[in-house]
C-alpha cells in the first residue's frame, strides 16, 4: 500500500486512502468551485474593496456579493476591517492562494485546458 501525503504538517501521512477528507478541505475546495467566488478572489488579488466596489466591478446584487464573502470568510480565505459605515474586504492569505491558483493553472495547462487565473498578478 503507498501512503498519501495528507493533512496539516509538512510530510504528514495517511495510510489509508480511503479515510475521509477533512471537511475543512472540502469546504475550501467548494468554495473555489463557485464561478463568482472565484471572480470575487480575483479582484481582491488587486486590492481591498468594499461590497458596493465589488457590485459595481461584476455587475451582481449585493445580497449575491455579501452572500459569497461570506462564505469565503467563513472558509479563511477573505477578511474584512471596518471603515466608517461599511467593510473593506481583502484576501486573507494572498500568497498561498496565488500559490494554489497558480498550482491550478498549471494543473489546468497539463490536461489540455489551459485557463488563466492568476498570472500577471503581482504579489
Known amino acids: 500500500m503507498t501512503a498519501t501525503t495528507v493533512g496539516s504538517g509538512a510530510g504528514a501521512l495517511v495510510d489509508d486512502p480511503t479515510e475521509a ?3 475543512a478541505a472540502v469546504l ?3 468554495s473555489l468551485a463557485e ?3 472565484l471572480l470575487i478572489l480575483r479582484h481582491l488579488m488587486l486590492g ?3 461590497v ?3 457590485t459595481a466591478h461584476l455587475g451582481l446584487a449585493q445580497s449575491t456579493v455579501s452572500a ?3 462564505c469565503l470568510r467563513d472558509c479563511g480565505l477573505v477578511t474584512s476591517r471596518p471603515v466608517g459605515r461599511s467593510s473593506l474586504f481583502a484576501l486573507a492569505v494572498p500568497d498561498e492562494l496565488l500559490d494554489l491558483l497558480g498550482s491550478a493553472e498549471r494543473l489546468l ?3 489540455g485546458d489551459a485557463v488563466t ?3 500577471g498578478i503581482e504579489r
Request: hydrophobic share 40%; proline share 8%; with cysteine.
Open 21 to 23: 477528507v477533512p471537511e
Open 28 to 30: 475550501l475546495f467548494r
Open 35 to 37: 464561478p463568482t467566488r
Open 48 to 50: 481591498e474593496h468594499r
Open 52 to 54: 458596493v466596489d465589488l
Open 68 to 70: 459569497h464573502l461570506a
Open 109 to 111: 495547462s497539463a490536461t
Open 117 to 119: 487565473l492568476c498570472s
